[in-house]
């Protein structure tokens, strides 16, 4: 009922879609060991898979490395981009067949790799799932606060978006994932490299660094915050990406990622522009009736 009246909502919107497109955030298929088909019958329209590297990483090292916070619906995550690596990832979703499912690839450079080397790891990465059935958009993942890259990302959008563009197909769209601690020079700064190289949309938002103790106590001192810790965060980086747009009458498609939780929560992203959806802390703590 909730998503029917939510289509009728969407419908008389003007230039939104005519239905909001809900998938699951990066984090939760990895290594796309969960078939395209399982992602679809959990409710959503899209998969998404990753973040993918080009070499296979074990992550950051130690136990616990994901903390959750029962009574406020938080996570905070230190996994630090574990993962098989772009190969690994490609003969998976291969393996699935002709399933039909618009897939996104979520992508970064493998930690620890830096300048044209980080380059040429993110270029391996998209030019791997070129030809993988049903790859509709790459989603550049500028945002991780896990790996201590984060501000050398941001230094270099321009050339980390420019590389995905140039190694994506005319059928691939390209996405951005931002940061929620990012500030309202950061938004200008980045709408104008996406103007400029062809991004069809923007992911509002990763984790965030900021622990607030409302939500988060005792911290553990490390990790990207998630669920109800990020809702104000992601809603207000939302917020301005939207309203920059609307000012230079140039909009992009705008993913809303971090703490929806309910309808409400998904009404308040629609209303500053939010033509998909996102979920993974939410379904931890609210299962699959979610989506």
């Known amino acids: 009922m909730y998503r029917c009246h939510l289509e009728k909502l969407v419908l008389n919107s003007g230039d939104h879609p005519k239905t909001p497109e809900f998938s699951n955030a990066a984090g939760m298929n990895k290594n796309a060991e969960i078939p395209p088909t399982v992602i679809y019958h959990l409710g959503f329209d899209r998969a998404k898979i990753g973040t ?20 406020t619906k938080s996570m905070v995550n230190y996994l630090g981009l ?5 190969e690994g990832v490609r003969d998976n979703l291969m393996s699935y067949g002709d399933h039909g499912i618009p897939i996104t690839i ?17 270029e391996r990465t998209v030019a791997c799932f070129r030809d ?9 993942n500028l945002a991780c606060p896990n790996t201590g890259e984060r501000d050398e990302h941001m230094k270099r959008a321009r050339n980390i978006i420019l590389t995905v563009s140039r190694n994506t197909l005319p059928t691939q769209e390209v996405f951005v994932k931002v940061s929620p601690d990012i500030e309202q020079k950061d938004v200008e700064y980045l709408l104008d490299i996406f103007y400029s190289h062809g991004v069809a949309g923007v992911t509002t938002t990763n984790t965030t660094s900021f622990h607030d103790p409302r939500f988060i ?6 990790g990207g915050a998630s669920g109800n810790a990020l809702k104000e965060r992601a809603l207000k980086v939302q917020r301005m990406f939207y309203e920059k747009m609307a000012e230079t ?3 992009l498609k705008i993913d809303a990622c971090g703490g929806i939780n309910s309808v409400h929560d998904l009404f308040e992203r ?11 802390t939410g379904l931890i703590f609210e299962g699959t009736r979610l989506p």
């Open 82 to 86: 574990p993962g098989i690596g772009a």
């Open 52 to 71: 993918v590297t080009w070499d296979s990483y074990p992550g950051n090292p130690g136990t616990p490395r994901a903390w959750r916070f029962i009574d």
């Open 249 to 251: 009458g140039r909009f």
């Open 132 to 140: 993988v059935p049903y790859v509709a958009r790459i989603e550049v």
């Open 270 to 280: 629609k209303r500053y522009g939010a033509t998909g959806y996102q979920f993974y």
């Open 217 to 222: 106590d005792p911290s553990p001192g490390k």
């Open 106 to 122: 979520n992508v970064m450079s493998t930690p620890k790799k830096s300048g044209d080397e980080q380059l040429r790891d993110i």
